[in-house]
């Protein structure tokens, strides 16, 4: 059985990130997506996230095996959604949700977006937000089977995203 850890990823495994990452991006290329094809992310990004603290890993044991962004109320691109928000409140925004090529197919990004509902919950926070390119089908997928709301569009880098929003609840 599996023993997952989320927590904060630490500099010193920006390299491991890092792989997860460029294989994430190899395979949005190979899926036809336009997504990631950019340069962007980029090692700066992702030592940005960490330095800031805002970059989180998903671990099996003492191996990562996933990597994703958690910020807090800042994505100003989201204050220009075409479309509008479920609320209007404090809100977590997850970004850059990569898994390591050797566990695809094991539902680690569901996992890794239910451990951010968790961290919303302990920090008081019920909408999480997130987008993703209109041809990632994988994680549209994944949106609508965690039961996030399409919102409408933002842009990054000129390009549009579906954008969605989930709320939560105190069990």
Request: proline fraction near 2%.
């Amino acid at each position: 059985m599996p023993t997952y850890q989320f927590r904060k990823a630490l500099l010193s495994e920006i390299t491991t990130i890092w792989e997860i990452i460029q294989h994430a991006i190899e395979r949005r290329k190979n899926d036809g997506s336009k997504q990631w094809q950019d340069g962007y992310p980029n090692t700066e990004i992702i030592e940005n996230d960490i330095n800031k603290g805002e970059g989180f890993v998903l671990t099996n044991e003492n191996t990562i095996i996933g990597y994703c962004a958690v910020l807090i109320n800042n994505e100003p691109e989201y204050e220009k959604i075409i479309g509008k928000w479920l609320t209007n409140s404090d809100f977590v925004v997850v970004h850059r949700i990569a898994i390591a090529t050797c566990y695809l197919g094991q539902n680690l990004s569901q996992i890794m977006l239910q451990n951010v509902e968790a961290f919303a919950l302990k920090n008081s926070i019920f909408s999480i937000k997130v987008d993703t390119n209109f041809d990632n089908f994988a994680m549209l997928k994944i949106f609508e089977k965690m039961n996030y709301t399409y919102c409408g569009e933002v842009y990054f880098r000129g390009s549009p995203r579906k954008a969605f929003e989930k709320t939560l609840k105190i069990n």
